[in-house]
């Protein structure tokens, strides 16, 4: 059995290039952001691309429509933002010790988007310390390898167990380290949670989302990072850690490094999955910051056929034979008298299977409208929270927590919603596929976690209507997916393939990018013959 230690670099040293060289503090409406010139830009949550104009005051209850407002103006990436400089001040506005409050109102509607919401300069971070959450995974530069230990009988195959490590790269210096494996209680969850939002940012997320969680991490990361003096350090042997022998699938380890010539501290933090391999080869190529491994896994070995998603037609067969059965009793029952109570007998037989066939697809379309009501549920339930949401601790403290959505439907998981535009398909996805989810919503067939490095492949029937996959034939090329996780995180992708498999062809789990996030949308073709494959790659 091979343990493959997936090393998520976190994605912070992706940060928006005004964080390079800018102070910031953030509340769960607002960002502020102080540039080089000491100005302070403000974002507006949800509103980056909103046309507004705004006004401050030190007075929360002060008459909103008799302040001074001001055209927002565009910082270095375009995003339109309010500000505070030295003619705002100029205007009698104090930033200590009094408060100051916001109000920002749409320009073509005058509808107000922030209404005297406090503007929280203390909390901001210097420019140091920016500095350090974009060097972090850099700082101490690393690699993973492996080294053989035994063999193993796998599914009948002989294969490699290999135990992974982490090499720090320069064998000049002496590095000691700390090394936590996550559990349900562990402190280390939420610090592990906001960097798996942070990995997944690209240049079409919001920069309030980026500074928010940037903000979180930071905050996190302060509370969590061992003194230098601290007991629990441990010398890296030979500039090596390994990963303990008994990690199983999903274990989370979180590793602390520290260079003993420069008391540098970094971090670095391990998902662990297994694979069944046939040989010990293991390709390796670099994904932005994340190191990917080639994957070989024997899913053939688990997954035997694609799932059914096609409409059943018994009911629209039986009704059809009973039809053509009575139309030949209406024609004979001038000649045979008994025709003419099998004729009762069939009309009768046909009404039952009517209001069979309707039962059926009202509750189809019941089911529907029940499910979309969900996806509405959960936009209006996540859209004021933000990704990261601060919460008092039993002792006081606060935390960062990372939002997540909590549905379910008949009792199972919610993970995430699907959204293709031009076919004005929105339903939620979930956890399991089986024949009941299917008749509930999609569901998550293969793969990970949603919006994560390889393919996730998502069903759902095809009812040769306008529910569910009905309308997956109606997609090209180009067209896009819009796919938010558990962690209200959106990303787009773009429909890269369409074709169509049989039943038993099993390829279409498989990654056609490597190190790609990637989406792959199955449905049964008419007649249920054939398997409509539509493959999706990320947009970045």
Not at 53 to 60: L, M
Not at 332 to 358: H, Q, T
Request: aromatic residues 8%; proline residues 1%.
């Amino acid at each position: 059995m091979l343990r493959k230690i997936y090393l998520s670099f976190l994605m912070t040293l992706m940060l928006v290039i005004i964080l390079s060289t800018c102070v910031y503090a953030a509340n769960e409406k607002l960002s502020i952001v102080k540039n080089e010139t000491g100005e302070y830009l403000i974002y507006i949550q949800n509103h980056e691309d909103t046309e507004f104009e705004f006004a401050f005051s030190n007075e929360k209850n002060a008459g909103k429509e008799s302040l001074t407002y001001r055209l927002f103006v565009y910082d270095s990436i375009e995003n339109k933002v309010a500000y505070i400089n030295e003619s705002v001040l100029s205007t009698g506005l104090l930033l200590e010790p009094a408060k100051v409050y916001l109000w920002a109102r749409e320009i073509n509607t005058g509808e107000y988007i922030v209404n005297g919401v406090e503007v929280d300069l203390k909390e901001k971070m210097d420019a140091k310390k920016v500095e350090e959450i974009s060097h972090l995974t850099q700082r101490i530069l690393v690699h993973i390898n492996y080294e053989v230990t035994k063999d193993e009988m796998v599914y009948d195959k002989n294969v490699k167990l290999v135990q992974d490590k982490i090499i720090i790269d320069s064998a000049l210096k002496t590095y000691e380290y700390q090394i936590n494996k996550l559990s349900k209680d562990s402190r280390y969850n939420n610090l592990v949670d906001i960097a798996n939002v942070i990995w997944k940012f690209n240049s079409y997320t919001k920069t309030t989302t980026k500074l928010q969680a940037y903000k979180a991490f930071y905050d996190e990361y302060q509370s969590l990072v061992p003194e230098m003096e601290d007991r629990s350090w441990k010398e890296a042997e030979n500039n090596e850690i390994f990963i303990p022998e008994n990690t199983e699938e999903g274990d989370i380890y979180v590793v602390w490094l520290k260079d003993l010539s420069t008391d540098k501290i970094d971090l670095q933090i391990m998902t662990s999955k297994k694979d069944y391999l046939e040989d010990l080869l293991r390709e390796r190529t670099e994904y932005g910051s994340k190191t990917i491994y080639k994957q070989e896994v024997v899913v053939r070995e688990k997954l035997e056929s694609l799932p059914v998603t096609g409409d059943d037609y018994v009911l629209f067969i039986v009704l059809a034979v009973l039809v053509l059965i009575t139309i030949l009793a209406a024609i004979l029952k001038s000649k045979i008298k008994i025709f003419s109570k099998i004729l009762i007998v069939l009309v009768i037989g046909i009404i039952i299977v009517v209001v069979l066939i309707a039962i059926k697809y009202g509750n189809m379309y019941l089911n529907d409208w029940k499910v979309k009501d969900i996806v509405t549920n959960i936009d209006d339930e996540m859209k004021d929270k933000g990704i990261i949401s601060k919460v008092k601790r039993d002792d006081g403290t606060e935390e960062n927590i990372v939002n997540k959505i909590n549905s379910q439907i008949e009792g199972h998981n919610v993970i995430g919603i699907i959204r293709i535009p031009k076919i004005k398909l929105e339903y939620p996805i979930l956890e399991t596929t089986s024949e009941h989810t299917l008749k509930l919503s999609v569901t998550k067939f293969f793969g990970d976690k949603l919006n994560e490095t390889g393919n996730v492949v998502i069903t759902g029937h095809n009812y040769n209507n306008t529910t569910m996959f009905s309308k997956l034939n109606k997609l090209e090329i180009g067209d896009i997916v819009k796919i938010t996780d558990e962690q209200n995180m959106t990303l787009d992708y773009k429909i890269s393939k369409k074709y169509k498999v049989k039943p038993t062809d099993m390829s279409i789990v498989e990654a056609t990018e490597e190190g790609a996030r990637e989406i792959t949308l199955l449905t049964c073709t008419n007649g249920r013959k054939e398997r409509l494959i539509i493959k999706a790659i990320e947009i970045i």
